[in-house]
């Protein structure tokens, strides 16, 4: 059985998660599929960008398969929460941009595996949230780690504890959302993101990526450090060439083919 859509158009490749009568819950052979998918898009050379969003106009991702895990003992769980882990690693790490096209419920999971991915478009009727304390849980896919990066200690430990489910629009104040839109816009509006990314070049996106997932896991000075040395590594290829040509020959620069 296939729970993942592509589509590729202008060197975006849309991945949509299709299973909506479990609203798009991710259960082990969601996430088999899912990494192996996401490990091809990335390689794909027809790829510049990804955009992932869930089936339907109910949810994005409504989390972990609770029907799944309520049959887990302790090692399965081991297993299902690093296979989670591992596919939200696999998607921060990308070279090429992803967005999260947030169309309805992001919980759990779901929450997660959009803040793994580098930016969220969001529609008016997306919420987010962190329930899994209500199940007994924490979030185990990365959220204790990611969540306080992005949105702040203060507001990653409300969420987490409560458990409480924001909108859209608490979602952007707090800094989780880039941008809202109704739900008709959302693609359009992820898709106009991706292609503005695809005009730059390639390798100063992946590279400025890099360098901003690695600053994260340590301190300044060695963030500095091995982001003077991708600068320069910049310098060894043409796309910094055109880049500054175009600039001083007052035209676009043309970094793909
Ligand atoms: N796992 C499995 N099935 C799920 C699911 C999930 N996370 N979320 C929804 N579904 C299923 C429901 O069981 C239901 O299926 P049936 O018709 O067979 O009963 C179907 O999807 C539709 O759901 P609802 O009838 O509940 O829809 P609703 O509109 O009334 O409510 C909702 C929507 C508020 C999102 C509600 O479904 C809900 O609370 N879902 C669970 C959200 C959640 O707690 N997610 C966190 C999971 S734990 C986790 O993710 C751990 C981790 O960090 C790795």
């Not at 955009?51 to 106009?57: R, V």
């Amino acid at each position: 059985m296939s729970y993942l859509k592509i589509n590729n158009n202008n060197l975006i490749s849309e991945v949509i998660i299709d299973r909506p009568q479990a609203l798009n819950a991710m259960n082990p052979d969601v996430i088999a599929e899912f990494l192996e998918v996401i490990e091809n898009v990335i390689s794909d050379a027809n790829t510049g960008t990804i955009i992932i969003t869930g089936s339907g106009d109910k949810a994005f991702i409504a989390g972990a398969d609770i029907k799944a895990m309520q049959k887990m003992n302790s090692d399965e769980a081991l297993n299902y929460g690093r296979a989670g882990q591992r596919l939200t690693v696999m998607i921060e790490s990308s070279p090429k941009p992803v967005i999260a096209a947030v169309n309805g419920f992001a919980l759990g999971g779901g929450c997660e595996l959009a803040m793994a991915c580098h930016m969220r478009i969001v529609s008016e009727n997306a919420s987010f949230g962190q329930p899994e304390v209500k199940l007994g849980l924490l979030p185990g896919w990365g959220g204790t780690q990611r969540l306080p990066k992005i949105v702040g200690v203060g507001n990653a430990i409300e969420l987490i504890t409560t458990g409480k489910i924001i909108n859209a629009e608490e979602s952007y104040r707090i800094g989780l959302a880039n941008k809202i839109c109704s739900s008709d816009q959302l693609m359009f509006e992820s898709r106009k993101l991706a292609s503005t990314i695809l005009k730059n070049g390639p390798k100063a996106i992946s590279s400025s990526l890099r360098c901003i997932n690695a600053g994260l896991m340590m301190d300044i000075e060695k963030g500095m450090e091995i982001e003077v040395e991708e600068f320069s590594e910049l310098f060894r290829h043409e796309e910094r060439m055109e880049g500054l040509t175009a600039f001083i020959e007052k035209r676009d620069p043309k970094f793909r083919q």
